[in-house]
């Protein structure tokens, strides 16, 4: 049996939004999130981890380039990122945080319009609902 893949936690430190960021062993992008401030949520996120295979390390390079750009957009000096993301979700998740991402910096669309995007009018509410599950809120 193979040993589960490493992934890495980070803490980025910032007045108004404190970041957790999860990087895979190949320093992709599989959680950016508000930074877990209790243990039961650091549990919780140590399960998402194990859900995949994965187990987590408390540690991190401060230069890897996830970090520097979300530390980046976080001082408004980015609005796009240029990183590998590996959001783990169902096909339709995986559709849905797809257009996500392809909304520019400083716009809005609605669950309706991003149903719409995807080619499902009808499906606002299963949007919304991916959306939440969202496992990567930044980027």
Do not use: K
């Not at 062993?25 to 140590?46: I, K, P, Q």
């Not at 399960?47 to 995949?52: K, L, V």
């Amino acid at each position: 049996m193979e040993p589960p893949e490493r992934w890495r936690v980070a803490w980025l430190q910032h007045p108004q939004l404190p970041l957790c960021v999860v990087l895979d062993g190949h320093d992709a992008l599989v959680y950016v999130g508000f930074s877990l401030e209790t243990r039961d949520r650091f549990d919780d996120l140590r399960a998402f981890a194990e859900r995949h295979g994965a187990a987590l390390d408390d540690e991190v390079r401060p230069t890897t380039a996830a970090l520097e750009q979300l530390r980046e957009y976080l001082h408004g000096h980015r609005r796009a990122f240029e990183l590998p993301l590996r959001p783990l979700g169902t096909e339709f998740q995986q559709r849905a945080w797809a257009a996500l991402r392809e909304i520019p910096y400083g716009e809005i669309r609605s669950y309706g319009q991003q149903a719409e995007r995807l080619g499902q009018p009808s499906a606002a509410r299963a949007v919304g609902h991916a959306n939440g599950q969202n496992p990567i809120s930044i980027v």
